[in-house]
């Protein structure tokens, strides 16, 4: 009789890489494991003999390199979303277009169940979850880390010893990481005291820290059409190849690490240390731009708007109408956001250089000190303050003719 299948979202890290055997232990199916790549780089050189020698009758390794840019990224890019005002989301735009991949290939394989190695306390949870809900209702969902015996990493290393599993950690570098092209975040060990300062020199995977960095300073520009990046320093680039690019412009100048104790969706705060440097380069090039290019009402509301999305995102509700009806609005705001940016990376700042716009609503004529009388005088001012302060004035008299009652 064939077994029933289980389609597991591999990672090869620690938690996944035990998760095989005890998914098989413990439930006797046979195993899929699925890797979605979007960008993990050498972490998944391997990943199939792995999962393979694991216990997995096949491994799945997905290239979802460029969707996931273009799909996920971009979107939220045009947003401007950063979650608490520090985070840029890379964990958590990362997750729904694994968790799709998920349901896709259970599907395609007949698994009657998919399985996560996410944590009880953790976000990922939730967004696996909300994903495979919302695409795959009926399908089973098992999270170990909320029903087995294993109540820390040291004891997930311990049973990966008992069972001779290959992991690719030892008790001790027991920091949670996760990559993908756009970040990498740490987790753990000496970070779980807010009041250690992290070793920067040692932990940082993507570049160097800003006291590391060069003495000179360096110069990119980036080119945008309708709020999509295009091209840096002149030469167009597919999306996978500008992000690329620019990590690597971000990190050699020690941009793009952000330390923060983060309000998780669970209840619980949680500090951790993410390096998205060509992200950083991003989000201050759009919104240089964005200041040439919008007119006041549409940035401001799209201010307003940011936190509702930045949550929509960190908390797995990628496949809702709220999402994706804000994503709309985003891409509607943003079809005049064309132009180009330069900014200057020295030393872990990104400060924008210059920036040019065919739709800059910046008229040097009306912004000048000088009297540009066919669009503006100095004169019409004097109307304008008396109509803006009119009910300034009001109250004003009404409070005067009241103080002695």
Not at 246 to 259: P, R, S
Not at 365 to 386: M, R, V, W
Request: proline fraction near 4%.
């Amino acid at each position: 009789m064939a077994k029933e299948k289980v389609v597991l979202a591999y990672s090869g890290g620690l938690d996944t890489s035990i998760i095989i055997s005890w998914l098989i232990e413990n439930y006797g199916y046979e195993v899929i494991a699925v890797c979605g790549d979007v960008g993990q780089g050498k972490e998944t050189d391997g990943l199939e003999e792995r999962a393979i020698k694991s216990g997995a009758s096949k491994c799945y390794i997905a290239d979802l390199r460029e969707e996931y840019v273009k799909d996920y990224i971009f979107p939220t890019l045009k947003s401007g979303a950063a979650y608490e005002g520090k985070y840029l989301l890379g964990t958590s735009h990362a997750r729904p277009i694994i968790a799709k991949k998920l349901v896709e290939i259970a599907k395609k394989e007949g698994a009657v169940a998919i399985c996560h190695g996410a944590t009880g306390k953790g976000n990922d949870q939730v967004r696996f979850e909300l994903t495979i809900k919302a695409l795959a209702p009926e399908m089973k969902i098992i999270a170990p880390w909320r029903i087995w015996d294993i109540k820390s990493r040291e004891d997930a290393v311990d049973y990966a010893e008992a069972h001779g599993i290959e992991i690719p950690v030892t008790k001790k570098d027991l920091y949670s990481r996760d990559r993908n092209i756009w970040h990498i975040s740490h987790e753990g060990m000496d970070l779980e005291d807010p009041w250690n300062e992290p070793k920067y020199d040692s932990l940082l995977k993507l570049g160097v820290s800003p006291a590391q960095a060069p003495d000179e300073p360096t110069y990119v520009e980036i080119g945008f059409e309708a709020g999509v990046p295009v091209s840096v320093d002149g030469k167009k680039m597919g999306p996978v190849e500008l992000v690329e690019k620019l990590n690597a412009l971000g990190g050699a100048n020690g941009v793009g690490i952000a330390d923060i104790v983060e309000d998780r969706l669970v209840g619980m705060k949680s500090r951790g240390v993410y390096e998205t440097p060509g992200g950083t380069i991003l989000y201050t090039a759009i919104q240089e731009l964005e200041y040439l290019c919008l007119d006041r009402d549409t940035q401001g509301f799209k201010r307003m708007s940011q936190t509702q999305f930045s949550q929509l995102v960190y908390d797995g509700k990628w496949f809702t109408p709220l999402r994706e009806a804000m994503s709309a609005m985003y891409d509607e705001m943003a079809k005049t956001v064309t132009g180009t940016v330069r900014l200057k990376l020295y030393k872990g700042s990104c400060t924008p250089a210059g920036a040019k716009s065919p739709y800059s609503l910046y008229n040097e004529d009306i912004a000048s000190f000088g009297d540009s009388k066919e669009l503006y005088s100095h004169k019409d001012a004097e109307g304008f303050i008396n109509l803006f302060g009119l009910p300034l004035k009001v109250r004003a008299i009404m409070n005067d003719k009241n103080k002695d009652k």
